[in-house]
């Protein structure tokens, strides 16, 4: 029997562009600009990127014409980008991650795991969710999420060859971050991506940036700086760690 054939390189970028509280066309613009200047398949953006991290910004409807730039710069460049946004739903909201490419916008994954004020207004999300692109299997996880060990092993029981999240740190978070990945990376041997938002367009005044790739084996592959206007670019490949399935103990976490 012929072995399978390797997957091809998944090129991914981890954006954090300039964004602005309630702002939902010039945060669009935004993300439209990072699109083209990403140059990648797959292009990731920050929690709740659309409307920016501000618990006073009301909920975004997909359905808004001023999201139609993001649509257009991802059928100018093929690529697909995964933007962060409050999303009412059957009368609930959530933080959620929405998909993003030639065909329009659709909601992909909601936060498990809402922390800090976030429990007051927005509700936790029902499961955890795998995105396929290319043959690539992305674990989608939102800033606390990747935190909670009970994320990562429900994400990994789904089968990914990487974990991928938008995030929002503070300085000390950022540390709890660096701190951690690598280490999800190495026990589960996947890619682990991380975009993080930067600059003061929101409630926390010290957002550190430093959106982040880390390899299966837990090494830091890029990392951006603390400004906004940043982009990290990487070609995922293959590695030779598998990618974690269920039943395999060898990748739960220590």
Same mark, same amino acid.
């Given at each position: 029997?012929?072995?399978p054939?390797?997957?091809a390189p998944?090129?991914?970028a ?12 010039g945060?669009a613009?935004a993300h439209a600009a990072?699109i083209r200047?990403?140059?990648?398949r797959v292009?990731?953006?920050?929690e709740?990127?659309?409307?920016? %991290?501000a ?5 975004v409807?997909l359905a808004d014409?001023?999201l ?11 690529s ?7 999303l ?7 933080i ?10 659709v909601?992909? %994954?909601?936060k ?5 004020d976030?429990?007051?207004r927005?509700?936790?999300g029902?499961?955890?969710a795998?995105?396929d692109v290319?043959?690539?299997r992305?674990?989608l ?7 909670i ?7 990994a029981?789904?089968g990914?060859?990487? %974990? ?7 300085p000390e978070?950022?540390?709890?971050r ?5 280490k999800?990376?190495?026990?589960y041997g996947?890619?682990?991506?991380l975009s993080c938002?930067?600059?003061?367009g929101?409630? %926390?005044?010290?957002?550190s ?9 837990g090494?830091?592959v890029a990392q951006?700086?603390g400004e906004p ?6 070609d995922l490949h293959?590695?030779s ?7 395999d103990p ?5």
């Amino acid at each position: 029997m012929n072995a399978p054939s390797p997957k091809a390189p998944l090129s991914i970028a981890l954006a954090q562009p300039d964004l602005r509280p309630g702002d939902v066309a010039g945060n669009a613009a935004a993300h439209a600009a990072a699109i083209r200047a990403a140059g990648a398949r797959v292009v990731v953006f920050p929690e709740l990127s659309l409307s920016s %991290y501000a618990m006073a910004a009301p909920t975004v409807d997909l359905a808004d014409p001023a999201l139609a730039v993001i649509v257009d710069a991802c059928a100018e460049t093929g690529s697909i980008a995964l933007a962060g946004a409050p999303l009412l739903e059957d009368g609930r909201e959530f933080i959620a991650t929405v998909r993003f490419d030639a065909d329009g916008a659709v909601p992909v %994954y909601r936060k498990m795991f809402p922390g800090g004020d976030e429990p007051g207004r927005f509700a936790a999300g029902p499961c955890a969710a795998v995105l396929d692109v290319d043959g690539w299997r992305l674990g989608l996880a939102i800033c606390r999420d990747s935190k909670i060990d009970a994320h990562i092993e429900a994400t990994a029981a789904l089968g990914i060859d990487a %974990y991928v999240g938008g995030n929002l740190h503070d300085p000390e978070g950022a540390a709890v971050r660096d701190a951690r990945m690598p280490k999800l990376a190495a026990e589960y041997g996947v890619w682990v991506a991380l975009s993080c938002f930067a600059g003061p367009g929101s409630d %926390y005044p010290d957002a550190s940036g430093g959106s982040a790739v880390w390899a299966p084996d837990g090494s830091l592959v890029a990392q951006a700086d603390g400004e906004p206007d940043r982009i990290v670019r990487v070609d995922l490949h293959r590695g030779s760690a598998a990618a974690a399935r269920p039943g395999d103990p060898s990748r739960r976490p220590a």
